[in-house]
């Protein structure tokens, strides 16, 4: 059974979406035209035919239909732009990856500037940033405090990011997550971001506390 699977996985389509050409099992299909227009249906053999005379390709869109529909379309042309379409999505996602900086109840006020500062990087790259106070020991009865570093933090953000949620209460801590105020598509243009190398920086490093 294995090596029938093997053989099988070998005779797949080279895109796991469609079926071209001679990969579309169905005998009659519903075509539409490279422009888009509506064809009718007719034979598989008859619908590549008209494919190859307009030098495409037969490309299965709608393999469940009834009938299944196709389209007379530039095949590699195709696979390009859905492989664009994954790399822009991948990179959105990376872009809005979560960054933590942890912040203590008792840190100076340089020390917070350059948890900003490295918040503002994050902020700037397209990243949402989650702050943390942590409170130790008996610092919890005074989570006012925790409070006011956070307004502090927001204050000092006004110009980079946004408020998605908090400040609040998460065990023996407290959070807050900023948004970029902008998307990296609304930037301005000459607004250059900071480079890959100076980004790496930005996350190892880590600000002394008070």
Known sequence: MAQRRTRRQRRRPISDRSRKNEEIRAKTVRVIGPEGAQLGIMLSEQARMKATELELDLVEV???AQ????????????????????????????ASEMKEVKLKTRIGKHDLEIKVNHAKEFLDLG???????VYK????????VGEIILKQVLEMLLDAGKVERGPY??????GLIVAPKL????????????????????????????
């Open 137 to 144: 020991g008996r610092e919890i009865t005074h989570i006012e």
């Open 169 to 174: 209460r998460e065990g023996r801590s407290m």
């Open 183 to 210: 998307a990296l598509t609304e930037k301005k243009p000459g607004h250059a971001p900071a480079k890959p190398e100076e980004h790496q920086a930005a996350t190892n490093v880590s600000a002394p506390s008070a």
């Open 67 to 94: 009938p299944p529909v196709c389209k007379i379309m530039d095949y590699g042309k195709f696979l390009y732009q859905e492989q664009k379409k994954e790399h822009q999505a991948r990179k959105h996602a990376h």
């Open 62 to 64: 709608a393999p469940t």
């Open 127 to 133: 990243h949402r940033v989650k702050f943390t106070m």
